[in-house]
């Protein structure tokens, strides 16, 4: 092993982040890793940077620096430690070169820039997990959703049997060891998600984007990710949790009569007192009108959080908050490896009582956050059973698809069988479920039932209607799943301003939304949004710009970051995340021409963009509306 020591002349700073603040982004700064590698493949003789690629940046500096650098023939081990000034902390961060993919690469990590990829002196970045190609519109979101590329469950079975990792298969994630907490107990496992790589642990808390996963399997560094991700229930929360619960009367201990007329006044006297006594809830009496408390459960029956029933049986308090790492469920030894999954808690407790299989009540039935799918992992069979409507189809089948078709049953949707509580024999209608999955014929009789609900109910079949804008209603009947939508305009006719009030009116109705903007920033995009959701000028009016942004970050809406010229690939993978992680509704695409790149054949391509479009509607169960722009005329040209 040689040691060696070569010279960067600095501009006018001896700190190399404080000289060169681009190298934030990795331009210079790949620069300078590039001359260090060519040295240790040179020998490490004495380098000018100018010799090795090095830009003006290196040019007549008053100061320089000496970086030492240790490394040997093979390049097996090359460690370099780089000293930054107090205003940067005093870091040292590690750069070495390891073998990946068979090939020799520096990887080094320079906060808060990406991972740098260097492979014989040539920059190379990796997919940038620090800045994610989608962004929500609400700062109250913690998780960094990231773009899917090139995730499948064949590549990542194959990089965790390449580090020699072990790993069990489940129906949505593999079981993996977890790098941050295995060493203290031989239990500490956690989940990499099948379909997007996200791994998640719930012993610490912690979860990570397939991007930082892969760099921990070839490198070996520290797991990065989130520590406090909003899925997880905090300390502070556990000990109001278990405040509410003792300041609260347990069920058992309260008067029969007082029980009951709770529940007749809830409309849920079809559940029996017994029932909640022997599971153990609670009664609050904190407000004027009694409220049943249900346990929220996560990861190995931990308490997570607190559901309270109120008026109707329904739900008016989720405490810390929704999309909790959890479920409230109702238990039965009968079949432990089955459950009926039912949209409201007090279902959850009259199928148990009824037919002594587990319940689980899930939150939203359009939307299904990845973090609690580990959760529902050790069933092997789930039936749905929602509410009697269209929407609720729709997204039984969007749930079947994202927990495995191939252990999924549903309900018919009938009338009869809208909701457990009010249907008259559960036992009966369990056993007329039927698997999501069917075999390549299909016949009348299947399809008999779903025929006649787009017939009675024609209304709801026709999809959303839009409140803004009634002609559409007219001519487009409603805004529907599963279908693509192309619009057209001359330049400047008002194209994108149209269709950003077209998605906000959806956006209010509770579509989740995603907008690709490729011609115009997302800040100009959230502005006229923004400005159109206000229904005034808000350059005129300032003093409410905070309390209309409070309430548009409620929407559902999402951004992909792209803008500009962007490879087709990039825009579907993009739109697959999000429709798996965000459950979207609607993609937004202005426009198709930012998507064709350079060929020959423009029109080809066009058409092949449109179809790929037209499938992945279909596919995907989603509406995607897509602006082309019609070939300029003459007179526009001049």
């Known amino acids: 092993m040689n040691d060696s020591s070569m ?45 090795y690629g090095g830009t003006q940046c290196f040019d007549s500096a008053s100061e320089s620096k000496v970086v030492r650098a240790s490394c040997c023939v093979e390049f097996e081990h090359f460690i370099c430690r780089q000293q930054f000034c107090e205003a940067c902390s005093n870091e040292s961060e590690r750069i070495k070169v390891v073998r ?129 991700n909003s899925a997880f229930v905090t300390d502070t929360e556990l000990q109001e949790i278990q405040r509410r619960i003792e300041g609260a009367v347990e069920i058992k201990k309260a008067e029969t009569g007082e029980v009951f007329r709770v529940l007749k006044r809830m409309g849920l006297q079809r559940i029996q007192v017994a029932t909640l006594a022997r599971n153990g809830y609670h009664l609050s009496y904190d407000d004027d009108q009694p409220k049943i408390i249900l346990p929220v459960r996560g990861f190995q029956r931990n308490l997570v959080g607190l559901k309270y029933l109120g008026d109707e049986g329904n739900v008016v308090e989720t405490f810390p908050r929704e999309e909790m790492a959890g479920y409230f469920y109702t238990e039965s030894s009968a079949a432990p490896n089955r ?64 927990l495995g078709e191939s252990r999924l ?41 779903q025929v006649y609900d ?57 579509v989740r939304t995603l907008w ?10 959230v502005k006229t949004l923004l400005t159109q959701f206000a229904l005034i000028p808000l350059e005129n009016n300032m003093e409410k710009f905070d309390e209309f942004s409070d309430s548009f970050a409620k929407l559902p809406l999402y951004m992909m970051r792209f803008h500009g010229q962007e490879n087709i690939k990039n825009v579907l993978d993009t739109m697959s995340h999000s429709v798996y992680v965000n459950d979207i509704q609607h993609v937004v695409l202005d426009n198709l021409q930012f998507m ?27 509406h995607v509306t897509l602006v082309v722009h019609p070939r300029k005329r003459m007179y526009e040209r001049d």
């Open 7 to 51: 010279q960067l002349s600095l501009k006018g700073k001896s700190c190399l982040r404080c000289s060169f603040p681009q190298a934030r982004e990795g331009n210079v700064l790949s620069t300078a890793l590039s001359c260090l590698l060519l040295a240790a493949r040179d020998g490490c003789a004495d380098v000018s940077p100018r010799q």
């Open 100 to 228: 990946l993919d068979g090939m020799f690469r520096l990887v080094t990590r320079i906060r808060p820039g990406p991972l740098l990829f260097l492979n014989d002196g040539k920059k190379r970045l990796c997919p940038n997990e620090h800045k994610a190609n989608l962004s929500h519109s609400s700062n109250s979101i913690s998780t960094r959703h990231m773009l899917l590329t090139d995730v499948s469950i064949t590549r990542i079975k194959q990089a965790l049997a390449k580090a020699n990792v072990s790993f069990q298969n489940g129906h949505t994630c593999l079981r993996v060891p977890c790098p941050r907490c295995s060493h203290k107990s031989n239990h500490a496992q956690g989940y990499l998600n099948s379909t997007s790589g996200t791994f998640i642990c719930y012993e610490c808390r912690f979860v990570a984007p397939w991007e930082a996963f892969q760099r921990y399997l070839q490198t070996g560094w520290n797991l990065e990710g989130e520590e406090h």
């Open 339 to 402: 459950a009926i999954l039912v949209v409201q808690p007090a279902d959850a407790i009259f199928v148990t009582q009824e037919t002594q299989l587990t319940a689980v009540a899930i939150e939203s039935t359009s939307r299904l956050p990845i973090t609690s799918l580990p959760l529902l992992e050790h069933f092997d069979n789930l039936t749905i059973w929602f509410r009697h409507s269209l929407s609720e189809w729709e997204n039984a089948k969007n749930y079947a698809r994202k």
């Open 409 to 449: 049953r549903f309900i018919r949707q009938t009338s009869e069988y809208d909701r457990p509580i009010t249907t008259r024999n559960v036992s009966n209608a369990l056993k007329l479920d039927a698997p999501v999955l069917h075999k390549s014929l299909v016949t009348f009789s299947e399809l008999r039932l």
């Open 454 to 510: 787009h017939l009675k109910q024609w209304k709801l079949a026709a999809g959303i209607k839009w409140t803004r804008f009634p002609g559409l209603n007219k001519y487009l009947k409603g805004h529907r799943r599963g279908e693509l939508t192309v619009f057209t305009g001359q330049t400047g006719s008002g194209k994108t301003t149209f269709l950003c009030e077209y998605s906000l009116d959806l956006l209010q109705q509770g």
């Open 516 to 525: 690709g903007s490729f011609e115009i920033s997302n800040i100009r995009l």
């Open 596 to 622: 064709m790149g350079v060929s020959e054949d423009r029109f080809l391509r066009q058409d092949m963009i449109v179809s790929l479009m037209r499938k992945f509607a279909t596919e995907h169960n989603v």
